[in-house]
C-alpha cells in the first residue's frame, strides 16, 4: 500500500490532484466573476453618462443624439431668439406689437366712453 492520502496508482493520484485544481481554480473564477459584477453595472453606467455627454454618432438603425454642449447651445440660440421677441425694438418684435395693440385698445376706451 502507499502513503495515506494515496490511492497507490499514480495516474489515479495525478487525476485527483489536477480535478482538486481545476474546481479550484473554477470556483475563484466564480467568485471573481460574482464579485465584478458591480464594478461592471457602475462601468456600464460611466459609459452610459460619457455617450450622453459627448453624443453618439448615427449608425445603421440608430440615430444620432448630440452631446450635452452642443445642445446647450441649441437652447441658448433659442432662448435668445425668445428674448429678442420680448424687448421692444423699435416696431419689430412681439412686444412691440402687444404695446401697439394695447394703445390702440386704450385709445378705443377713451373715445368709447
Known amino acids: 500500500m502507499g502513503d495515506a492520502g494515496t490511492t497507490g ?10 480535478a482538486v485544481a481545476v474546481t479550484a481554480v473554477a470556483g475563484l473564477f466564480g467568485v471573481l466573476w460574482r464579485l465584478a459584477r458591480p464594478a461592471r453595472r457602475i462601468a456600464r453606467r460611466v459609459e452610459e453618462f460619457i455617450d450622453d455627454w459627448q453624443g453618439v454618432h448615427a449608425r445603421p438603425g440608430v440615430q444620432g443624439r ?3 454642449m452642443t ?3 441649441t437652447i441658448e440660440r433659442s432662448i435668445g431668439v425668445v428674448a429678442d421677441e420680448v424687448r421692444p425694438n423699435g416696431g419689430g418684435s412681439m412686444r412691440d406689437a402687444v404695446d401697439r395693440v394695447d394703445q390702440r385698445t386704450a385709445n378705443l376706451n377713451r373715445t368709447g366712453e
Not at 10 to 18: M, R, Y
Open 71 to 73: 445642445r446647450l447651445e
Open 66 to 68: 448630440p452631446g450635452v
Open 9 to 18: 496508482l499514480s495516474a489515479l493520484d495525478t487525476a485527483a490532484v489536477w
